[in-house]
């Protein structure tokens, strides 16, 4: 079932919503809640959508928690091309780096331009927005998206900090920063609950 | 991490999130795309969302697709405690009937009680308007769930369609007639490709 197949936008949407479906399949560092298996990014997606619409009331003035959402539901296709990058791989140097940051701008090309073009870019430019982390919904989604994986770790005794050797200075500049700068009060809440992690 | 501990607001919404999280550790009938493993329900809650936003132009008048957005990430939250209930299992008398109706309403009563009383009202409302299929945002929404796992079913190779035995007039009465309710076209488009699964 192809872009071209049949009436050719509702063919292109589904063939972009088919291949979609493969970031089931991209596992992630961090587990479950009960430790049970790695989370796959599809439903990290989703369970941060849910963080956004049940933590609203953190987000600072002049974020709309719709546009969070939207941003949430995207923000991690790259991956089918590209595979998730842990924060704390690498000694946290993977995540973000050039070499991660032009193949993710590959993938995207291939993912979004299976849309319809008007889908296409405001997809995609809702995702480089997201990447870009300057407006104030990208800043709160990318403090929600450095959260959840704290949390997961924090439920289910160490996590991804036990498998990298994360310390107190780690954990606090490659996450705590940029989860403060969305969600300050969310930050110091957590943050609580990490010490005797990190004693 | 109890609702009790800390800060009870943040707590709640925490126990919440956490507690969401076993969605993604319940089976659904129908596979991945790909056949490789049965769907579980937090990544499926996350294809429908991105169902919504990519099938916006699917919508009827006076549908608020944020609102059906956030309506599909809560949808199957209920399952944490009754599980799935496929469309066709029990010759398609299990999904709807009186009894699973009632576990819904206890599972939903206990996990949206996990939150604040202000957002357990809001997210309550909004899975009892899902359930409920009479407004426009839920009754897009219901097209929505139907259609995704067709889709995995005319990808996969029949799927459910096989497992089940299911007929063409079972198909058209279970699923076909709640997509066309919602999203005419889109049942036409994806109906003529059932066929070769029908002869």
Chains 1, 2 share one sequence.
Do not use: C
Request: net charge negative; aromatic share 8%; hydrophobic share 45%.
């Amino acid at each position: 079932m192809s872009a071209a197949s049949g009436d050719s936008r509702l063919g292109a949407q589904f063939a972009f919503l088919n291949e979609a479906d493969r970031l089931k399949s991209v596992l992630r560092a961090t587990t479950l809640v009960d430790g049970s298996r790695p989370e796959n990014s599809g439903e990290h997606s989703w369970h941060l959508a849910l963080y956004a619409l049940v933590l609203a009331d953190q987000a600072g003035p002049g974020v709309d928690i719709n546009r969070v959402i939207r941003m949430l539901l995207i923000h991690d296709l790259v991956e089918i091309d590209v595979g998730d990058v842990p924060i704390h791989s690498a000694n946290g140097l993977a995540h973000g780096s050039v070499d991660t940051m032009a193949a993710e701008a590959k993938a995207a090309d291939r993912i979004f331009g299976l849309l319809p073009p008007d889908l296409r870019d405001d997809l995609r430019a809702l995702w480089e927005e997201f990447e870009a982390a300057q407006t104030p919904d990208a800043v709160f989604a990318k403090s929600l998206d450095r959260v959840q994986p704290v949390m997961a770790n924090l439920m289910s005794g160490g996590g991804t900090w036990t498998t990298y050797k994360v310390t107190r200075d780690q954990l606090e500049s490659r996450v705590g920063v940029k989860i403060a700068r969305g969600a300050p009060a969310l930050w110091e809440w957590v943050r609580a609950r990490t010490a005797p992690f990190f004693g």
